[in-house]
Protein backbone atom coordinates (compact mmCIF):
# COMPACT_ATOMS: atom_id res chain seq x y z
CA UNK A 1 0.00 0.00 0.00
CA UNK A 2 2.51 2.34 0.51
CA UNK A 3 4.55 1.51 -2.70
CA UNK A 4 0.84 2.72 -4.06
CA UNK A 5 1.00 6.12 -2.20
CA UNK A 6 4.69 7.03 -3.34
CA UNK A 7 4.08 6.19 -7.46
CA UNK A 8 0.76 8.16 -6.90
CA UNK A 9 2.65 11.10 -5.53
CA UNK A 10 5.43 10.97 -8.31
CA UNK A 11 2.59 10.91 -11.14
CA UNK A 12 1.22 13.96 -9.54
CA UNK A 13 4.62 15.74 -9.31
CA UNK A 14 5.34 15.04 -12.46
CA UNK A 15 2.23 16.14 -14.22
CA UNK A 16 2.67 19.71 -12.00
CA UNK A 17 5.98 19.87 -13.55
CA UNK A 18 4.91 18.82 -17.13
CA UNK A 19 2.65 21.68 -16.64
CA UNK A 20 4.57 24.17 -14.82
CA UNK A 21 7.20 24.11 -18.26
CA UNK A 22 4.51 23.72 -20.55
CA UNK A 23 2.59 27.04 -19.63
CA UNK A 24 6.53 28.95 -19.15
CA UNK A 25 7.15 27.47 -22.65
CA UNK A 26 4.07 28.49 -24.18
CA UNK A 27 2.97 31.92 -22.45
CA UNK A 28 6.05 33.70 -24.13
CA UNK A 29 4.86 32.15 -27.59
CA UNK A 30 1.40 33.97 -26.60
CA UNK A 31 3.32 37.50 -25.53
CA UNK A 32 5.43 37.27 -29.19
CA UNK A 33 1.99 36.71 -31.06
CA UNK A 34 0.05 39.70 -28.87
CA UNK A 35 3.21 42.09 -29.82
CA UNK A 36 3.64 40.77 -33.66
CA UNK A 37 -0.11 41.27 -33.94
CA UNK A 38 -0.57 44.66 -32.56
CA UNK A 39 2.48 46.04 -34.17
CA UNK A 40 1.27 44.88 -37.85
CA UNK A 41 -2.13 44.53 -37.65
CA UNK A 42 -2.15 48.34 -39.30
CA UNK A 43 -0.03 47.60 -41.87
CA UNK A 44 -2.48 44.99 -43.60
CA UNK A 45 -4.78 46.95 -45.77
CA UNK A 46 -6.05 46.16 -49.35
CA UNK A 47 -2.87 48.65 -50.44
CA UNK A 48 -0.53 45.85 -49.06
CA UNK A 49 -2.40 42.91 -50.68
CA UNK A 50 -2.65 44.79 -54.44
CA UNK A 51 0.42 46.64 -54.84
CA UNK A 52 3.94 45.16 -55.74
CA UNK A 53 6.33 46.25 -53.37
CA UNK A 54 8.28 49.54 -53.40
CA UNK A 55 12.36 49.40 -53.70
CA UNK A 56 14.31 49.29 -50.49
CA UNK A 57 14.17 52.44 -48.44
CA UNK A 58 11.14 53.49 -50.06
CA UNK A 59 7.80 53.74 -47.43
CA UNK A 60 5.42 51.66 -48.57
CA UNK A 61 4.63 48.77 -51.05
CA UNK A 62 3.09 45.44 -51.19
CA UNK A 63 2.61 41.90 -51.39
CA UNK A 64 0.64 41.09 -54.77
CA UNK A 65 3.58 39.22 -56.82
CA UNK A 66 4.14 37.30 -53.58
CA UNK A 67 0.57 36.10 -53.61
CA UNK A 68 0.28 35.31 -57.21
CA UNK A 69 3.48 33.63 -57.16
CA UNK A 70 1.94 31.36 -54.52
CA UNK A 71 -1.30 30.89 -55.83
CA UNK A 72 0.71 29.34 -58.99
CA UNK A 73 2.63 27.28 -57.48
CA UNK A 74 -0.38 25.79 -55.51
CA UNK A 75 -1.96 25.17 -59.36
CA UNK A 76 1.26 23.78 -60.39
CA UNK A 77 1.89 21.46 -58.08
CA UNK A 78 -1.74 20.25 -57.91
CA UNK A 79 -2.13 20.15 -61.42
CA UNK A 80 1.03 17.63 -61.43
CA UNK A 81 0.26 15.57 -57.83
CA UNK A 82 -3.61 15.25 -57.64
CA UNK A 83 -4.64 13.23 -60.76
CA UNK A 84 -1.13 11.22 -60.49
CA UNK A 85 -2.07 10.44 -56.79
CA UNK A 86 -5.81 10.01 -57.10
CA UNK A 87 -4.63 7.23 -60.05
CA UNK A 88 -2.08 6.16 -57.80
CA UNK A 89 -4.02 5.58 -54.55
CA UNK A 90 -6.77 3.89 -56.69
CA UNK A 91 -4.81 1.48 -58.05
CA UNK A 92 -3.06 0.34 -54.76
CA UNK A 93 -6.53 0.33 -53.07
CA UNK A 94 -8.25 -1.81 -55.73
CA UNK A 95 -4.84 -4.36 -56.39
CA UNK A 96 -3.90 -4.52 -52.85
CA UNK A 97 -2.46 -8.04 -52.98
CA UNK A 98 0.00 -7.34 -56.33
CA UNK A 99 3.73 -7.06 -55.87
CA UNK A 100 3.61 -3.83 -57.83
CA UNK A 101 0.69 -2.43 -55.22
CA UNK A 102 3.42 -3.32 -52.35
CA UNK A 103 6.08 -1.89 -54.22
CA UNK A 104 4.72 1.51 -55.10
CA UNK A 105 3.58 1.29 -51.16
CA UNK A 106 7.28 1.21 -50.49
CA UNK A 107 8.31 3.71 -52.24
CA UNK A 108 5.02 6.35 -51.53
CA UNK A 109 6.60 5.25 -47.84
CA UNK A 110 9.74 6.69 -48.82
CA UNK A 111 8.98 9.30 -50.55
CA UNK A 112 6.71 10.26 -47.50
CA UNK A 113 10.26 10.58 -45.66
CA UNK A 114 12.55 11.94 -48.31
CA UNK A 115 13.41 15.89 -46.71
CA UNK A 116 12.33 18.89 -48.09
CA UNK A 117 15.56 19.62 -49.62
CA UNK A 118 16.70 17.11 -51.22
CA UNK A 119 13.26 17.55 -53.53
CA UNK A 120 14.28 20.83 -53.87
CA UNK A 121 17.72 19.62 -55.44
CA UNK A 122 16.03 16.79 -57.27
CA UNK A 123 13.93 19.67 -58.95
CA UNK A 124 16.93 21.99 -59.41
CA UNK A 125 18.77 19.45 -60.83
CA UNK A 126 15.74 18.08 -63.25
CA UNK A 127 14.08 21.50 -64.11
CA UNK A 128 16.79 24.17 -63.37
CA UNK A 129 19.01 22.87 -65.06
CA UNK A 130 17.72 21.53 -67.99
CA UNK A 131 16.02 25.08 -68.69
CA UNK A 132 18.68 27.02 -67.78
CA UNK A 133 16.67 29.67 -65.35
CA UNK A 134 14.26 29.50 -62.37
CA UNK A 135 10.42 29.27 -63.15
CA UNK A 136 8.01 28.56 -60.72
CA UNK A 137 7.73 25.31 -62.99
CA UNK A 138 10.66 24.04 -60.87
CA UNK A 139 9.11 24.93 -57.62
CA UNK A 140 5.72 23.45 -58.50
CA UNK A 141 7.24 20.42 -59.80
CA UNK A 142 9.13 20.25 -56.04
CA UNK A 143 5.65 21.23 -54.22
CA UNK A 144 3.74 18.50 -56.29
CA UNK A 145 6.45 15.54 -55.56
CA UNK A 146 6.22 16.61 -51.96
CA UNK A 147 2.34 16.24 -52.11
CA UNK A 148 2.28 12.68 -54.36
CA UNK A 149 2.27 11.13 -50.89
CA UNK A 150 -0.17 13.12 -48.93
CA UNK A 151 -2.30 12.41 -51.85
CA UNK A 152 -2.33 9.11 -52.61
CA UNK A 153 -2.07 7.99 -49.25
CA UNK A 154 -5.64 10.02 -48.98
CA UNK A 155 -7.36 8.30 -51.89
CA UNK A 156 -6.05 5.13 -51.04
CA UNK A 157 -7.18 5.04 -47.00
CA UNK A 158 -10.40 6.41 -48.55
Known amino acids: MNLLKIRTVKDKLFLFFVLLFAVFSI ?18 NWHFLVNLPKPVGEIGGGISNALIGTFILIILASVFSIPIGIGTGIYLSEFRK ?18 SIVIGIIAYLWVVKTMGRFSALSGGIALGIMMLPLVIKSTEET
Do not use: C, E
Not at 27 to 44: E, N
Not at 98 to 115: E, H, I, T, W, Y
Open 98 to 115: SRLADAVRLSVDVLQGVP
Open 27 to 44: VPLFFIIFYLTKQGISAV
